[in-house]
């Protein structure tokens, strides 16, 4: 996976006994299980085993579901070249923008501009697979606040049919089914400046979804709820605007393009 974790971070408990002992019986799993061919990297393994609360076979579950997602959705993960034009132009445009620092609860805050990109021009597996390379980036610079928890603010100023279009009940379902994979938890997923019509629309997503994370899918007419210090100006908070965070983030995903080439390795050997 795209995680990289200190074994001296703060609030992981990477000296008790306990810990090691369920990382070694993990990397013992991999290595009896090859074709899950996942990042066996302790910080990475740790992650996964802290955000399923240390349950062994949960954990498991949950690296056995994210690298086979890798595997499947070539179109995310596969050829994640930063600088290749259609990558350039949805990095510049800003459609997933995470925050700097943390909200009040010390979760991380993400913006998904669900109407940034144009539909005539960008396909939404482009903008699923830019949103997942910012995703990838922030969880390797960011690991402990990733872990206390992930709010997604989607911003819907400016949705069109174009875009709902775009967005048939497979595409719905293999997207809910990523956030699932992922060992970051979301914690809240709130839509704001929402057309009156929206619910019609999310209801196809709330069928894809587990119970709990429906009841964590909050829409709002207007803005946030969010309590975050640096929340961007363009929905009311006081932090660099979304174009100041677009040009910050396609800098660092072009700086790192090594950790998308080294991570592509990491996904699951599926049968022929």
């Not at 709010?151 to 709902?164: E, P, R, S, Y």
Request: with cysteine; aromatic share 10%; charged share 25%.
């Amino acid at each position: 996976m795209l995680l990289h974790v200190s074994r001296k971070v703060g609030t992981y408990d990477t000296e008790s006994e306990r810990t090691r002992l369920q990382i070694q019986h993990i990397s013992q799993w991999l290595k009896e299980n090859p074709n899950v061919n996942a990042n066996s990297d302790f910080g990475n393994l740790l992650f996964f085993l802290r955000s399923c609360k240390y349950d062994l076979e949960r954990t498991k579950k949950k690296i056995k579901h994210f690298y086979q997602m890798r595997a499947e959705r070539v179109e995310w993960f596969a050829n994640r070249d930063p600088f290749l034009p259609e990558i350039q132009e949805l990095l510049k445009l800003g459609v997933f923008l995470p925050v700097d620092g943390v909200d009040s609860k010390n979760r991380k805050v993400v913006i998904i501009r669900a109407a940034a990109h144009d539909p005539k021009l960008h396909s939404q597996n482009n903008v699923f697979k830019v949103s997942k390379m910012v995703l990838d980036l922030l969880l390797k610079f960011e690991p402990d606040n990733c872990g206390q928890g992930i709010v997604g603010i989607f911003d819907m100023t400016g949705v069109q049919l174009g875009h709902a279009l775009q967005l048939n009940p497979r595409l719905i379902k293999r997207s809910v089914e990523s956030w699932q994979a992922y060992p970051c938890q979301p914690k809240l997923l709130e839509f704001i400046n929402a057309p009156t019509h929206v619910n019609i629309f999310l209801n196809t997503f709330r069928l894809f979804m587990t119970q709990k994370m429906r009841s964590r899918v909050v829409v709002q007419k207007r803005s946030t709820t969010v309590v975050c210090a640096k929340l961007p100006r363009d929905i009311g908070g006081n932090g660099p605007s979304y174009k100041e965070l677009a040009a910050k983030w396609k800098q660092l995903v072009e700086d790192n393009v090594n950790f998308y080439q080294e991570y592509e390795k990491y996904k699951s050997i599926l049968p022929t």
